[in-house]
């Protein structure tokens, strides 16, 4: 299986906060600052988030590297991208991290078919060091079972190392979706960046907003994420009878219909949102896995709670007195949350912003599944119709 993986140095920085800068690409003048900025060239990490062409993507990062030598590019392709308050759609946007005290190390690993999980165990295999503290991944967005892969990354790490991250996006076309590396833009493959040492401190929370409806069903025929039958009926065509005029417009419309699925009676359960359908098994692909034996309830949006849902996400961030200022906040939300919120879908980001205050950068974008803890010490898993936050800071004595 094809690896590819680097570590970036930063001994002889000055002893100050961590660094970030953002720019934008336009096709016309390349990278444009957005920010003044005293990021220099060795930084050690960009995330790169991005919804045109895979070529175009790699002109960018081309240009990138040339400034950044010594940086770590990770970066995927999305619905969305998230640059400060506002989301922007077919851009490019990079925010540039200079660390003070923190090593980070990327790696890179090609995805096959059913083998999602051991993508993860050699993912964090080539990560995993004593002094490792916190795990970026970012995956195909398609080709990808997400609960398989953050289970595989977690249960090769320890507790004391948090990971967060998500799946690429296309947009609502679900054709193809790309990860970005220092190679440029790639489909097939999963990315990941560590971040060592005991200055940094990484705190990360998820939550959605979405209401139930129906009557909750058992899922009675699935493999992995592939659900075949509810309550003995087909998924699809059950799907279809709840949708209405919307069936006509599946997969993307299954974004405004995510599935509930729990276990126990006290389970309070995770999302799961819609990748692809077949007709010929009259099936249904979800992001993540829809084992059998679970309930499944459909769920519809609530305008109104998926914005408190992302206030809520980002007030558990910062709960703590270590938090109250962080340096950086990546926010990845769902492709179907933006779809809900339409023109008003800045309000979600607004709403984070106004929890975490004026000083620290953010970014990210939107995605077709999410990483990360429900609530800051909960375990990692793969989330639907969230809205994910990842706060860094650095502390240094």
Known sequence: ???????????????CPLKTAQMSWKET????????????????LILVFGGRAPNVVSRAIQQLHARFPDAAILGCS???????IHVTDEGIVATVIEFVSTRVRSATIELRAGESQRVGEQLAQLLNAP???HIVVLSDGLLVNGSDLTHGIVSSVGKEVTVSGGLAGDGSRFKETFVYTNNGAKGGIV?????????????????????????????????GNVVFELDGRSALNLYREYLGEHATGLPATGLLFPLSVRGRSDDSG?????????????????????PEGQYARLMKANFDRL??????????????????????GILISCVGRKMVLGQRVEEEVEGVRDVLGSKPMLTGFYSYGEISPLTPTAKCELHNQTMTITALKEVVD
């Not at 920010?35 to 050690?44: F, G, I, K, L, T």
Request: glycine fraction near 10%; charge should be negative.
């Open 1 to 15: 299986m094809p690896k590819n993986i680097c570590e970036i140095n930063n001994s002889g920085l000055s002893r």
């Open 29 to 44: 003048a390349g990278w444009i600052p957005i920010d003044a900025s005293e990021v220099s060239a060795r930084a050690q």
């Open 78 to 84: 999305t619905a969305g991208e998230i640059q400060d």
């Open 131 to 133: 002094d490792l503290r």
């Open 191 to 223: 990315s990941a960046v560590g971040l060592y040492g005991s200055a940094i401190r990484a705190r990360c929370a998820s939550l959605g907003g979405w209401d139930s409806f129906g009557p909750e069903r058992v899922v009675t025929k699935s493999k």
């Open 270 to 290: 995770l999302v799961r949102t819609i990748l692809g359908i077949n007709e010929d098994e009259q099936s249904i692909t979800f992001a993540g896995d829809v």
């Open 307 to 328: 914005i408190d849902g992302a206030i809520a996400a980002a007030k558990l961030v910062t709960d703590i007195a270590e938090f109250h200022s962080c340096d950086l």
